[in-house]
């Protein structure tokens, strides 16, 4: 997940350097251990479905506590695989917020579904139920579609309001798929990202919270069945001895390397989770009026992929903030119906939430390497600019 950027995500200031995403720091502190694994993988030659893959979907499964995890090339495949094992067609209407990363879209259009933009709640900046079910009553009346999925997705870290999807999922017999591509780490109701709703999509790209050297993601999934349909996919959609296709598949599967990457990662994630979670209350407790941070849910835990707040005249202060050596980043400055590939798909109207947010969002540094002072010299920074652009 790219953000749309002028301005360098490094810059100096007179804490020190700030990074937006400091992999640098933490490749530092884990760099023999990595290069020991992949020295391994050189060593054992599997370079495709190698033991580490089994590995890290054993781990993946036990820290989260789905059924089943399936590892795969990129977060993107690891909506696609399973939407695609629904055996989905272009009357059936998948239910998406407009306010996110393309690929939640292309992953709808590419498993043969219609997408369905559903407006944003613009507290939390997730997935409004009231505009969710406003929208699957709409599709219902015009009869053309027929409503089958709800995809969420977790923007920023914070997981969906995941009781109130689930109801209306029931009460309309849809199917719930959660884009969890940047909220791996989050909790609600104590129960982990990955096991909140029968199938859960992560990326792995590199800036994410738990991140790989290249692209990679995962599925996960809560019922057997699933799972063998996601694995066969994601493996040109052959049978269990790889010899026959049994169903139209891809090649979704993740490399060793990668894999191997992220077990080393894995190892330090939770003790990096805590430190992403300190920032995230010296942001809350020193922004003040500066700015209005994503809100939240009752028992619900932020992973934290981005630190993202609303501010008025947001590309001034994004620009006042990188003077004074504070890199910032926007993720998104045009919702996807807005975008010419689904321009055809944009409901009538618009989607007001959506499109506010895009004029207004804007992220700040947030990676465990970020210093107290560092953390405390962004709200200084973001307080300063906003002040100054307000006259």
């Known amino acids: 997940m790219n953000a749309v950027s002028n301005l360098a995500l490094e810059r100096e200031s007179r804490v020190g350097t700030i990074a937006f995403i400091d992999l640098k720091a933490q490749q530092k502190r884990i760099r023999q ?62 239910f998406i917020p407009a306010f996110t990363y393309n690929a939640t879209a292309n992953a709808v259009l590419i498993a043969g579904a219609t997408p369905v933009f559903v407006d944003v709640d613009p507290d939390t900046f997730n997935i409004c139920p009231v505009d969710l079910q406003a929208k699957i009553d709409a599709v219902k009346a015009d009869g053309k579609l027929n409503p089958a999925v709800v995809c969420t997705v977790d923007l920023f870290g914070l997981p969906a309001d995941y009781p109130a999807i689930n109801k209306i999922a029931a009460t309309e017999r849809l199917k719930v798929f959660a884009d969890a591509a940047q909220s791996f780490g989050g909790k609600q109701d104590d129960t982990w990202v990955g096991n909140l709703a029968p199938v859960s999509g992560t990326s792995f790209f ?169 953390a405390l010299f962004v709200c200084e920074v973001l307080q300063a600019a906003v002040k100054e652009k307000a006259k």
């Open 206 to 374: 590199p800036g994410k919270a738990l991140g790989a050297y290249g692209d990679a993601g995962a599925t996960f999934v809560q019922s057997e069945d699933m799972a063998e349909v996601c694995e066969s996919i994601r493996w040109h959609g052959t049978d269990a001895q790889r010899r026959e296709s049994v169903r139209v598949g891809m090649n979704g599967r993740l490399d060793t390397f990668q894999a191997a990457v992220l077990l080393e990662k894995l190892e330090i994630f939770y003790e990096e989770l805590d430190a992403r979670k300190n920032i995230a209350a010296i942001y809350a407790e020193n922004l003040g009026d500066a700015a209005r941070a994503q809100g939240g849910y009752a028992r619900t835990e932020n992973g934290f992929g981005y630190y993202t707040v609303r501010v008025e005249n947001r590309d001034a202060v994004r620009e006042a903030m990188g003077t004074a050596g504070v890199p910032t980043a926007v993720y998104y400055q045009q919702p996807l119906h807005q975008m010419q590939a689904f321009a055809k798909y944009a409901p009538q109207g618009g989607l007001p939430n959506c499109e506010k947010l895009a004029d207004q969002v804007l992220s700040l540094p947030m990676h465990p390497y970020l210093s107290e002072d560092q």
């Open 33 to 94: 251990r990595v290069e020991k694994r992949l020295i391994d993988v050189l060593d054992h030659g599997r370079y495709i479905a190698g033991p580490e893959i089994a590995e890290l979907e054993e781990k993946l499964q036990e820290k989260t506590g789905a059924y089943k995890v399936i590892a795969c090339a990129s977060g993107t495949d690891a909506l696609i695989i399973p939407m695609m094992g629904l055996g989905l067609s272009a009357q059936d209407a998948v």
